[in-house]
């Protein structure tokens, strides 16, 4: 069993949409958790990141963590074209060392 | 300013080339990380320098030789290279202190081994 699981999509949705983008983890000495985001041959964007559980929010992004459930999700409102990325969840005990989903693709059609 | 930079964009080497990788950060990071990431699949670590020591070598092969030479610049030093490993190079940074875990990415090297 991997430590991180993400299903890798494509997830694809109409521009508008309200998406839901979640990563299941094993490891409860997680404490630290990241959503990037990477345009196709870029480099990973940092867009959200939450220390242990709860909600974070920064426009039309939400992050959340249910540390109890090992359950992460972002969630994207109003989503747009320019949305279409791959996300890429990441976890961390505070040490460095990322341990990173698979990513999922999402595209946006307008 | 969150920008790493990452020079050149793309690479051709022969497996007989030497070649360098370079980084630059000026976010007063202390921490700085090479990444390996293939098509479809996620970054793999590959080094971690803190305080521009080697903390962390992932059992990378010695045709990879990491060197920091100050706390903003980083490299990577490549040699005797195989066509398996063509894919984007990738350096991050992160602040010190409790804030360690974000982790800022440049835009990355796309190395072709022929």
């Known amino acids: 069993q991997k430590e991180v699981e993400q299903d890798p999509g494509p997830l694809s949705v109409p521009e508008g949409a309200i998406v839901s983008l979640n990563c299941t983890y094993s490891?409860?000495?997680?404490?630290?958790f990241m959503w990037y985001r990477q345009y196709s041959r870029k480099g990973p964007e940092l867009l959200m990141y939450?220390?242990?559980?709860g909600n974070k929010e920064d426009g039309r992004f939400t992050a959340q963590v249910d540390k109890s459930s090992k359950y992460i999700s972002l969630f994207i409102r109003d989503s747009q074209p320019s949305d279409s990325a791959t996300y890429l969840c990441?976890?961390?005990?505070?040490?460095?060392?990322?341990?990173f989903g698979t990513g999922t693709r999402l595209l946006v059609s307008p | 300013d969150t920008e790493v930079t990452q020079t050149p964009k793309h690479l051709v080497m022969g497996m007989t080339n030497k070649k360098s990788l370079k980084c630059e950060q000026h976010?007063?990071?202390?921490?700085m990380y090479w990444y390996k990431q293939k098509a479809k699949k996620p970054p793999e670590l590959m080094f971690v320098?803190?305080?521009?020591?080697?903390?962390i070598n992932e059992s990378v092969p010695s045709r990879f030789s990491p060197e920091c030479p100050n706390s903003s610049l980083l490299n990577l030093h490549l040699h005797a290279l195989q066509p398996e490993d063509s894919a984007l190079y990738l350096c991050?940074?992160?602040?010190?202190?409790?804030?360690?875990?974000?982790?800022?990415f440049g835009p990355g090297t796309r190395l072709t081994v022929t």
């Open positions: 991050a940074s992160s602040p010190p202190g409790p804030n360690s875990y974000e982790q800022y």
């Open positions: 490891n409860s000495a997680f404490q630290y």
């Open positions: 939450t220390y242990s559980s």
């Open positions: 990441a976890m961390s005990t505070g040490f460095q060392k990322l341990v």
């Open positions: 976010m007063g990071h202390r921490a």
């Open positions: 320098y803190s305080y521009e020591k080697l903390s």
